[in-house]
């Protein structure tokens, strides 16, 4: 890319994706399921690093949600299998990348070992500077709206003091600005409870691609469609 190119482009700050289409893509390659999940990992480690390296500062990532406990047991056995490689072996590769990891979600339900890798992988990676991956595992937008809520309860504020301020504070990692763009694969077109209150004034992003095959073209793409779109947040 030119440098008179680099000068012009808008980075978003917080980009986030919603990464579907891992079990049609294994399907449609006559492939398991975990194959299509262990595919969409390898994508997915790859355009973190790559979008992180790019000066975005924050990338966030649907990969379990708390609806996802109703598919195959033997699935949710792998996927969990996949999240504990993910964040004890493979967290390595990311910390050589100078990546943050996060993991925003409940952790009712996980097992103890699933919780432990996450909590290394947040305590050897909590220093590091170069771009923070948001995991959204075991996360729904409503619960995490619920529970922000339910801590305004249990802070003892009144009913007047439940303001969208004291709501956003008690969010998971408050500190995590709004997404700037949704990105979707697949050729879907939904939402499907993710980070519900960060995406108020999101901008969104489909692709009629499945997210095993992203690539760093595709993040060039996402960025400059983000530079070329004019933001409005209720004011004009």
């Avoid at 980075?11 to 299509?36: M, Q, S, V």
């Avoid at 047991?73 to 990348?97: F, P, Q, Y």
């Avoid at 998971?172 to 050729?187: F, H, L, Q």
Wanted: proline share 3%; charged share 25%; glycine share 8%.
């Amino acid at each position: 890319m030119h440098e008179q190119n680099l000068l012009a482009e808008t980075l978003p700050e917080h980009l986030g994706f919603i990464i579907d289409g891992n079990r049609r893509w294994a399907k449609e390659h006559g492939l398991p399921a975990y194959e299509g999940h262990l595919a969409g990992y390898t994508a997915l480690k790859d355009i973190v690093i790559y979008t992180l390296g790019r000066g975005v500062k924050y990338v966030s990532l649907y990969a379990f949600s708390t609806e996802n406990w109703k598919r195959d047991a033997g699935e949710v056995s792998n996927l969990m299998k996949l999240t504990i490689r993910v964040a004890t072996t493979d967290i390595k590769e990311l910390i050589e990348h100078n990546i943050r990891v996060r993991f925003l979600g409940i952790k009712e339900g996980l097992s103890d070992k699933v919780i432990a890798a996450m909590e290394n992988a947040e305590q050897q990676t909590k220093h590091l500077t170069g771009g923070t991956a948001l995991v959204c595992f075991n996360y729904g937008g409503h619960r995490e709206i619920a529970d922000a809520a339910r801590k305004c309860l249990e802070d003892g504020l009144s009913p007047a003091e439940i303001t969208e301020q004291a709501i956003a504070e008690r969010l998971y990692a408050p500190d995590i600005p709004p997404v700037d763009m949704v990105v979707r694969t697949s050729g879907e077109k939904r939402i499907s409870n993710f980070m519900l209150w960060r995406v108020a004034y999101s901008e969104f992003m489909f692709l009629d691609k499945y997210w095993p095959i992203m690539t760093k073209t595709d993040v060039e793409a996402i960025i400059k469609e983000y530079s070329r779109r004019q933001r409005r947040f209720g004011g004009n």
